[in-house]
């Protein structure tokens, strides 16, 4: 295999314990940052370069955001990796009782190619942070992207314990047959089992972070004018290819009328008359994503937008109305600035429609009604839920994030990604004195051990506590 050697070497660089110190994360985090400030124009040239992604979209989501989650990992860290204390029964009350956390070993970060610093950056500033060596395989269709991690990263962190492996699939398949302690992987779910299916080889636990089909439903009791400004924003952002985007609306007739000249508006708003000449619409990433997404024009009807220019992979800001269940834009997800209608006639359809499909990454519902936002979110199951805008809940370090069912496993951003890569290991450590405490546990067995050790050791149920 030809990462054998790789994995390794960063293996022996692991069990050397380099990486346990909180020092050594701490220089490694701050190498990190060191990046993001040194290549800041580099990293929004070469997003510009793979799908046309404003500066400002590239700087908020590749560079702020993970500065964020670097800084709330730098002010905590310390307190992150502190041994957690636990309650203990009578027997061991003079005992030490806790759980460390302790790195896992050797991780593998697979990213994908809509957001290729992000998503690459954050899982592993948790792993640096968990005390892991790390290999990171970028994205070969962001190839710029992928181009400037390859060449630049190994500058600023230690090549020991860190490594960027580049390639297409046949690479990222020889290198998931080597045994790795935690796979996180970012993709669609049919790469998702892929991944999967090589870690159960080695019962390698993984972090699948997938896609699906967001839901957003829209009541007949809202701001119209704000709905479409915000649901605008969030689906046409990175032209589209944002796995948490809102994928399709449900609303009922009315509403849909409502919203299209509130959606014209708000398209116009944001990216002028002619959306192909604004420079902060962003483009397709690839001839085949294009050629993908232009089939999926033929849904519905197309209410606004629609054009499409092959040479530049440009699909302009698109709303289908009158989208039926079973048209092609609803059997998969868009991942694209297309945005259909599905009609409904109420709330209870919008739910029903919901929970009939795969739960998806994320889900949105709008209402001047908060009970309507809380019957939606009590009633439906999803990775993340957001009332009242969308995308927003993920700029939140505090939040965990992640999938369910179809949609993923596992969680991070902030403390989650820590977590993620940590192993909570339970600790007990006893005294080796005071051993007519530990009597009643040893044969000949009685029944005055027995009653001895059910006082010792019993767990009792307190009474119930009434809300008031």
């Known amino acids: 295999n030809p990462y054998a050697g790789l994995v390794s070497h960063l293996r022996a660089s692991w069990l050397s314990g380099k990486t346990r110190p909180m020092e050594y994360r701490v220089a490694q985090l701050e190498a990190l940052g060191r990046f993001l400030d040194d290549k800041k124009q580099e990293i929004l040239e070469a997003t510009e370069l793979d799908m046309g992604k404003p500066s400002f979209e590239a700087f908020f989501s590749e560079i702020l955001l993970c500065k964020n989650e670097l800084n709330v990992t730098l002010n905590n860290l310390c307190h992150w990796m502190k041994d957690e204390y636990v309650d203990k029964n009578l027997v061991m009350q003079l005992d030490s009782a806790f759980i460390r956390k302790d790195p896992y070993g050797v991780v593998l970060i697979i990213a994908p190619w809509n957001y290729p610093i992000h998503l690459f950056l954050v899982p592993l500033i948790g792993a640096i942070a968990a005390g892991n060596c790390a290999i990171i395989k970028p994205s070969e269709i962001s190839k710029h992207t992928e181009r400037l991690v390859a060449e630049t990263l190994s500058c600023y962190l230690d090549n020991d314990c860190f490594a960027v492996v580049t390639g297409g699939v046949p690479e990222t398949t020889r290198l998931l047959e080597n045994k790795f302690d935690y796979i996180f992987f970012t993709g669609s779910p049919p790469v998702g089992r892929i991944v999967m299916t090589a870690a159960a080889k080695h019962l390698t636990p993984v972090t699948l972070e997938l896609g699906g089909k967001n839901p957003c439903y829209v009541s007949d009791t809202c701001d119209v004018t704000n ?221 005055q051990k027995l009653g001895l050790l059910t006082s010792a050791f019993e767990v009792k149920r307190r009474g119930t506590c009434t809300l008031l």
């Open 227 to 447: 709905v479409a400004r915000r649901v605008a924003w969030g689906r046409f952002f990175n032209a589209g290819q944002t796995c948490i985007a809102p994928d399709y609306l449900l609303c009922t007739v009315e509403m849909q009328d409502k919203l299209m000249p509130a959606l014209r508006e708000a398209i116009t708003e944001f990216f002028g008359p002619n959306p192909r000449e604004s420079p902060d619409f962003g483009r397709i990433v690839s001839d085949k994503q294009f050629r993908r997404l232009r089939a999926l024009l033929g849904s519905g009807r197309v209410a606004l937008g629609g054009q499409t220019d092959e040479a530049e992979r440009y699909i302009a800001p698109t709303v289908l109305a009158d989208v039926l269940p079973t048209d092609p834009a609803m059997q998969e997800e868009i991942f694209g600035p297309i945005l259909p209608i599905v009609v409904i006639a109420n709330m209870d359809e919008a739910i029903d429609f919901i929970n009939a499909r795969p739960r998806p990454l994320a889900l949105y519902a709008f209402s001047c009604d908060s009970k309507i936002v809380n019957q939606v979110l009590e009633r439906t199951s999803s990775g993340g839920f957001c009332g009242n805008d969308t995308l927003m809940h993920v700029t939140l370090t505090s939040l965990p994030f992640g999938g369910i069912g179809n949609s993923g496993l596992g969680k991070y951003h902030g403390k989650f990604t820590f977590d993620t890569f940590s192993h909570h290991r339970g600790c007990l450590h006893r005294s080796m004195g005071l051993e007519a405490l530990n009597t009643p546990r040893y044969p000949p067995y009685t029944q």
